[in-house]
């Protein structure tokens, strides 16, 4: 029974460490935020949409450079089939 003790002893004493650090962090955060206005906070929405933008075009192509490839071999057997077939002409 006594070890029971212990385990909870151990776990709320981390539990309260933990918070003590979470506290630290909020803090830290809300020192460093304190000065931003809504001014900046609209540049930063905006910074942010353009690097998403500009991701998603990097990721566009360089999807399209990983396409499969049509081989050579079937491109110039299709340009001699084009050259076979007779122009049809219309008269008028």
């Known amino acids: 029974m006594e070890y029971a003790i212990y385990?909870?002893?151990g776990c709320s004493i981390v539990a309260f460490a933990l918070s003590?650090?979470?506290c630290a962090r909020v803090g830290k955060f809300l020192r460093a935020t304190?000065?931003?206005?809504?001014?900046?906070?609209?540049?930063?929405?905006?910074?942010i949409a353009a690097?998403?933008?500009t991701a998603q075009t990097l990721n566009n192509?360089?999807?399209g450079m990983n396409k499969a490839v049509v081989p050579q071999d079937q491109?110039?057997?299709q340009m001699l089939e084009h050259q076979n077939?007779?122009?049809?002409?219309?008269?008028?």
Do not use: C, M
């Not at 007779?86 to 008028?92: A, C, K, L, N, P």
């Open 34 to 47: 304190e000065d931003t206005d809504w001014e900046t906070l609209a540049n930063l929405t905006g910074d």
């Open 20 to 22: 003590v650090i979470a």
């Open 7 to 9: 385990i909870a002893s």
């Open 61 to 63: 192509r360089l999807n």
């Open 51 to 53: 690097l998403k933008r």
């Open 75 to 77: 491109i110039i057997q």
């Open 85 to 92: 077939v007779e122009q049809i002409r219309r008269g008028g």
